[in-house]
């Protein structure tokens, strides 16, 4: 069984509510190559885990591939049609990890596409 704090019983998948996290994309979106920091490098031996991710390229002709990187190191990767009317809903069964105090990060490819990027996820051993 799982708990929280005061005693009650966590029934959630991966992790009681004070671990989880979430990022919320800057108004304009991402917009160059810069990486753009999802979840901070936690404490030592503690990683950040993205279980969830909202992603959309509003750009009207800029497609661009944007990754996710356990620091500088790219885990994950996807293909964004410039132009998209709707938002792409991404849950990971097996969540994104970072290696231990490692940053979660996310960026574009391709400068000038305007990425939306929301995330969501949990710190843990």
């Not at 920091?37 to 591939?65: F, K, M, Q």
């Not at 991404?90 to 574009?108: E, V």
């Amino acid at each position: 069984l799982l708990a929280t704090l005061i005693g009650a019983l966590v029934t959630k998948p991966y992790a009681i509510p004070e671990a989880d996290w979430q990022f919320a994309a800057a108004a304009g979106g991402i917009i160059n190559t810069t990486d753009v920091v999802l979840r901070a490098a936690a404490a030592a031996g503690i990683r950040n885990y993205v279980t969830s991710i909202d992603i959309r390229n509003a750009h009207p002709t800029v497609a661009t591939e944007v990754v996710i990187k356990d620091g500088a190191t790219v885990i994950w990767r996807i293909w964004l049609p410039a132009s998209m009317t709707t938002p792409w809903d991404i849950d990971f069964p097996t969540p994104l990890r970072s290696s231990a105090n490692a940053a979660l990060n996310a960026a574009a490819i391709a400068s000038g596409a305007s990425i939306y990027l929301d995330a969501q996820g949990y710190t843990a051993p």
